[in-house]
């Protein structure tokens, strides 16, 4: 049914969510089982749990506004969450922790930018405590994606670099100095992304472990 007025949009827009945020609490089970990284497998479990309050708010304000609660389809997520999933196929170790991340942060993106208008078309309403709801889960969804910012830029983009397909230290040269790099880069001036761009310079004599 087309919506012809803000008020059907909004509703429109909380079906969207409401059923982008039960498909993602099928998701997290599976991305965190999926992680290497015990900080990234805490945060996926961590916004699981998350997620599950968020379906509560989320039901809360269909209350407020006398809806029945009820999920639409949302291909967004859909599409997101099932790009995510040829990379847990396809790849391992830290690299796929990195490409879990990748996902993970499309998706909170795709969030925030849902909550967002939620939350401002509650406003414009005049639905303070559908505001109220909306923006806790809005904030939830941006400390979400800098929690996964943070442990990229931590740990796991560093620790991808240095993976060369698997286990192995025996890599082409050029790969070795960019690892010996990113060795050196304890102190995080910069991201491991940030230093990948100036540093594969041939180096046969490069450092080994
Ligand atoms: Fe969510
Ligand atoms: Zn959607
Ligand atoms: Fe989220």
């Known amino acids: 049914m087309a919506a012809t007025s803000l008020q059907e949009l909004f509703v429109e827009e909380l079906r969207d969510a409401y059923d982008g945020e039960k498909r993602l609490t099928k998701a997290l089970p599976r991305m965190a089982k999926a992680a290497e990284s015990e900080e990234l497998r805490a945060a996926f479990t961590n916004h699981l749990r998350e997620t599950e309050r968020q379906i509560q708010r989320l039901e809360q304000v269909f209350r407020t506004i006398g809806e029945p609660v009820r999920g639409k389809k949302c291909d ?41 208008t939620l939350a401002y078309f509650a406003e414009l309403l005049g ?72 540093g594969v310079r041939g180096n046969a004599g490069g450092r080994r472990r």
């Not at 391992?92 to 991340?101: F, K, P, Q, T, Y």
């Not at 620790?159 to 230290?169: H, P």
């Not at 102190?187 to 761009?197: E, L, M, P, V």
Request: charged residues 35%; negative net charge; aromatic residues 2%.
């Open 76 to 116: 967004g997520l859909m599409g997101i969450i099932e790009e995510g999933k040829s990379a847990m196929e396809e790849l391992e170790g830290s690299v796929r922790d990195a490409a879990l991340i990748a996902g993970a942060q499309r998706a909170e993106h795709y969030e925030i930018a849902a909550y967002g």
């Open 127 to 198: 639905n303070e405590k559908a505001k109220d709801l909306l923006g806790q889960t809005l904030d939830e969804e941006k400390a979400a994606d800098e929690k996964l910012s943070t442990i990229a830029k931590s740990k796991v983009n560093r620790d991808a670099l240095m993976s060369m397909g698997g286990e192995e230290d025996e890599e082409m040269p050029a790969q070795r100095s960019t690892r010996g790099a990113a060795r050196r880069a304890s102190a995080s001036r910069a991201t491991a992304n940030d230093r990948s761009r100036g």
